[in-house]
């Protein structure tokens, strides 16, 4: 199970610096600069890793969701040079003058607030701390969005890829079995939409085309135009490394889909089936690979704490 929370953490940033070379790239552009090999170029995380690194050090300090201490740790973490989005900048600005952590957000967008998936991005923590009590999960992956993104929709996702991490954790049902149980934990019917989408695309007999799944799935920013994304990638690979490569090599938001993708893939398979060479490229320093295996080894920790005091 500890490998299992590490892997979520450290895949997720494989993920993230794997696709982060080639973000905004077409297919055909990322075929031609990874080609058959896929070598980790850089090993540089984006925001993406950064929000998440976050996200797990605030549940640590806390044991659980502290929605003013999660917001300081975003704005202490923050660096310009991670490649943060528009939305995320200006709600992170706003908390730092002074507003308050729920209201920030909700006054973006014209007061729609953002449905981008810079929450779904950097849950990982939160899926593998609450992996095994979905009514927590949701209420925190809801929490957590809100920070940055206050609209239903970036919220949904959210929760719907933490959820994905959940049910990879567990490991109790078969990976195509997964699409019931997330169909019937999303509430807003884009999502139920999209799964249904990822159901055709098994029942095919035929391999399906990586244009159609960009049709119909999305290789976008949207949170609904990414989480299903990743979530077919994981269901359609059999293993970490295939995953991760076929959620990028779709192009678009490569970074975040390939961030959301390793997250599940190294909840479901653990840290080992992590390809070493990617782990080894990826950054170090401060709060590098080291640090982020730290963090989730802490998690992990901390939920066995939790689950033995409540006698479970």
Request: hydrophobic share 35%; charged share 30%.
């Amino acid at each position: 199970m500890k490998s299992k929370f590490t892997g979520a953490l450290i895949g997720s940033a494989v993920g993230d610096a794997l696709g982060a070379p080639v973000e905004g790239y077409s297919m055909k552009k990322v075929s031609s600069v990874y080609g058959k090999d896929w070598k980790m170029i850089s090993g540089r995380y984006t925001d993406d890793t950064e929000m998440m690194i976050g996200v797990a050090e605030s549940l640590i300090e806390n044991k659980g969701f502290n929605g003013e201490d999660m917001a300081t740790r975003f704005i202490e973490n923050y660096n310009p040079k991670r490649g943060y989005g528009p939305g995320s900048k200006e709600a992170l600005r706003r908390i730092s003058e002074g507003e308050s952590w729920k209201e920030a957000s909700k006054k973006l967008f014209g007061g729609m607030g953002s449905y981008g998936n810079g929450a779904a991005m950097r849950i990982a923590p939160v899926g593998i701390f609450y992996y095994d009590d979905i009514d927590r999960l949701r209420e925190t992956a809801y929490k957590s969005s809100h920070i940055t993104h206050s609209h239903e929709l970036g919220k949904e996702g959210a929760a719907l890829q933490a959820f994905s991490i959940a049910l990879a954790m567990q490991g109790r049902v078969k990976k195509e079995g997964m699409l019931l149980e997330l169909k019937e934990f999303v509430e807003n019917e884009v999502y139920k939409e999209k799964i249904r989408k990822i159901e055709m695309f098994f029942e095919k007999v035929a391999e399906v085309d990586k244009k159609e799944v960009i049709s119909e799935l999305g290789s976008g920013e949207e949170a609904f135009n990414s989480v299903p994304t990743a979530i077919y990638s994981f269901i359609r690979a059999d293993s970490f490394k295939d995953a991760v490569v076929y959620a990028v090599s779709l192009g678009g938001d490569t970074d975040t889909i390939g961030a959301m993708t390793g997250a599940i893939s190294g909840a479901y398979y653990g840290e080992e089936a992590i390809p070493k060479e990617w782990v080894e490229r990826l950054e170090g320093g401060k709060k590098g690979k080291r640090y982020i295996r730290w963090l989730g080894e802490e998690l992990y920790h901390i939920k066995l704490q939790l689950m033995q005091r409540d006698g479970w």
